[in-house]
């Protein structure tokens, strides 16, 4: 006798976990409902910026699979269609087809929860006014791309300078706008501690990047044609012909809150490590992954909000491993990601400042700059290593880059060693390519390390 497993969202983990059980297990063992309220599948919203940038060509290239594909791999796939009940006690979710408007129920024995993350679009004067755009879908990119061909005007004010927020300022500026940048924070890039979001700031500012810090949005002022015209903060006012909110996101569990399901401090979806919802109200039968879920953090040792794409299709592995009768699991992360401004390159993993200092932890910061190849070597590029050890072990709590061409990737190294726990002392022995095209004799990272080690010996010894 077959099994249901019904699916809310049809975007990375969804969609991940509905092929990879459908590897494991074929229709008449397994039936596999999917819903999915937009148009698309399978698509990569952190390419969006890119696209809008002229990067890439057009929006298809984005869809890494298409509605219809999941449909030929016998994944019972409803578009356009909205889940707007969870009943887990009868097992069942009640989902609403958006065209036509018709209702139905449909019983589940096994039930994914991928409903994503949902924009921060605060309660504001005129935030709804044409020529306010988000960017977390295909529709919006094409929306924001059809304002830019329609506005004469070339002034955008971009609110928020997170990951999207400076992306979407980088795209802007190569379509020839004037663009403003409205934080706020202190500088730009919170994941950042503020001496290296301020390498961000100045070198945001000597592309041509207004950048307006510490100051909270309080209207968008409309023209009399309604469309948005400026960005009002609490002591000036923005002109603005088009206006992009990049402010963040949180998990969208409305649905698993109403349920009854249980949700961690920030709002996401609390799961054990195979992937499946915490409590009895779950009863075994519900896993969740992506942006809507919680995950435990390896160096602070607590559950943290992180929406990144790599996550979710991580976890829809996971999740369609073990409801198609395999066996995975997901351990958790250590808060690792990379973005680009122009040709500056932003990354971190591990702890900020901050963060360790809420974890109670005593640590040692030091920060070094070094250049991307040998320093003789033609393009070399200067950046910025920031690295953060536990005072007393040493063990590695952090690592940030800021630089050019050859900066960012770096900081998968400290990932891994993050990941591993190892010491500063020990990364220092770390056996890492060198040719002069490449890397100094000593890698960025490496001298980091190096220093960190003296400071975690003299802090010692204090």
Request: negative net charge.
């Amino acid at each position: 006798m077959s099994e249901r497993l019904v699916i809310i969202g049809g975007d990375a983990a969804g969609m991940s976990a509905a092929s990879q059980a459908r590897r494991l297990k074929g229709p008449r063992e397994l039936e596999i409902v999917a819903f999915e309220r937009g148009n698309f599948t399978s698509f990569s919203a952190c390419g969006i910026p890119y696209w809008v940038a002229g990067d890439v060509d057009e929006r298809d290239a984005l869809i890494a699979r298409t509605p219809q594909e999941h449909q030929q791999r016998d994944i019972d796939l409803r578009m356009r269609t909205e889940v707007l009940e969870i009943d887990p006690r009868e097992r069942r979710v009640r989902a609403r087809d958006l065209a036509s408007g018709a209702e139905e129920w449909t019983s589940y024995d096994k039930l994914v929860i991928a409903t994503g993350a949902r924009p921060l679009r605060p309660d504001l004067p005129g935030i709804d006014a044409p020529g306010v755009h988000g960017v977390q879908t295909l529709d919006d990119g094409q929306a924001l791309l059809d304002t830019l061909g329609d506005t004469e005007g070339r002034r955008a004010v971009v609110v928020g300078a997170g990951y999207i927020g400076v992306e979407m300022a980088e795209a802007l500026l190569r379509r020839g706008y004037e663009v403003t940048v409205v934080n706020r924070s202190a500088e730009p890039m919170a994941t950042l501690d503020p001496d290296m979001g301020r390498l961000v700031h100045e070198a945001m500012t000597g592309m041509g990047i207004t950048m307006v810090n510490d100051a909270e949005v309080t209207a968008v002022r409309t023209g009399d044609d309604g469309r948005a015209r400026a960005v009002a903060t609490e002591d000036d006012e923005f002109p603005a012909d088009v206006v992009v909110l990049g402010m963040g996101v949180r998990p969208e569990t409305e649905l698993a809150r109403a349920a009854g399901l249980p949700l961690g401090d920030h709002g996401g979806l609390l799961t054990d490590l195979s992937m499946r919802v915490r409590g009895p109200v779950a009863d075994g039968a519900i896993w969740a992954g992506g942006d809507c879920v919680e995950v435990l953090d390896l160096v602070w040792g607590r559950e943290r909000h992180i929406a990144l794409g790599t996550h979710a299709n991580k976890h829809g592995q996971v999740i369609g491993a073990n409801v198609g009768g395999g066996y995975a699991t997901f351990p958790g992360v250590v808060g690792t990601a990379v973005s680009k401004v122009c040709d500056l390159e932003i990354a971190r993993t591990g702890l900020r400042e901050k963060d360790a200092r809420s974890a109670g932890l005593q640590y040692e910061a030091v920060t070094i700059e070094s250049t991307s190849r040998a320093g003789y070597f033609p393009g070399a590029a200067s950046m910025a290593v920031k690295m953060l050890a536990e005072r007393r072990t040493g063990r590695l709590l952090g690592t940030q880059i800021v630089g050019r061409e050859g900066a960012g990737k770096r900081v998968d190294v400290a990932a891994v060693a993050l990941t591993a726990r190892m010491t500063v002392e020990q990364m220092t022995a770390l056996d890492l390519g060198y040719a002069p095209p490449f890397s100094p004799v000593w890698d960025p990272v490496l001298v980091a390390a190096r220093k960190a080690v003296a400071a975690v010996r003299a802090g010692s010894a204090a």
